[in-house]
């Protein structure tokens, strides 16, 4: 769980630019009794996990690598140990500040670098939180320090503050840059795959309304950096009508995004017309999928049926037409109520005849 949380937190953080990587320390400090460890590091290549380190071992542990180099694991540990001194001190200044003297408390920290187009040093930012509260964020690089704490037990000192940049220009980003190169190639298959989304527009009936909700769906995509778009007649649809928009991660390391709209009655009659466009790094060209509402509730089922009967009608008129012709030219005599009065006539012409020839024999 806290695994997760982290992560729904550090995703709209990344750099969203389409060639660009990160590696993130997703830190988490813990005040008061819990199943969870006082102190734990995710340490994460874009979206996958590459370590782990926490204080019931005091250990860094490498998820692709187990034969890792010990000197960068004791590095990686002493950074590690360093963020959970410095998030200790700050939990318990924000403990008083909140006045949370019972409960408990989490304190949380992401802190990572970039490396963007063309494997050019990006920055490195570190951002706080207490209790799901913003706390601030802190952006450096080789031309400026940027940091604008919301609370003044964040603040640094001037004294403070050349140490600190000091520390960054000198340990923390060449690490942070050096250990994002070395897991992008011994993860490249991973982070550097692309895999095309499948997009869905789907429409359902909406009983609130007496309307439609009409859905933009794209699925099963990596990485996760998407554009989605729901046109009507041609025209984005403004964000404030949409619901959704939230990109989150399936079992496969993939990803999906949905994005939601409720139509009237109304615009149902209008019949505009509705697409759902994706951009994404997989596809040279956007994927469109297009929607246009029937022309009433019953249309769909009421001509599919009209047709069928139609059909049904001619092929017994053909049938019979074929029946009566079959019949007609068959060479069957037509039924009479005379035909054995005609037999006896041809037999009483017989006997007449053979009497004749007796009596001339005679």
Known sequence: MNFYTLFLIYLPIVNAGKSSHSLWGLATHVLGETEFPEFCVLWMLDDVQVGYYDSNSWRFISRTDENIDEEYSKTVQGASWDVYLSMRKRSSLLQHRFNSTTGIFVHQRLIGCELEDNEKQGQLMIKEAFNGIDGGVLNFNKLQYNYHPKWPELE???????????????????????????????????????????????????????????????????????????????????????????LLPNGDWTYQLRKSLTITVQELRERPNYTCTANHISMDNKLDVSWVPDTGPDSASIIPVVLVMAVVLILIGILVVIGMWKWKHAGVPTFSGHIYSAAKDTETEQSNSSLETESTDS
């Open 156 to 246: 640094f000192n001037q004294q403070r503050t050349q140490y600190i940049q000091m520390g960054l220009d000198k340990v923390y980003l060449p690490i942070c840059i050096k250990s994002l190169k070395d897991y992008l190639k011994k993860e490249e298959k991973l982070v550097m795959r692309k895999v095309r989304p499948r997009v869905r527009l789907i429409s359902k009936e909406s009983t609130d309304t007496e309307g439609a909700k009409i859905t933009c769906l794209a699925f099963g995509f990596y990485p996760r950096h998407i554009n989605l778009t729901l046109l009507r007649d041609g025209q984005p649809v403004a964000e404030h009508e949409l619901k959704g928009g939230q």
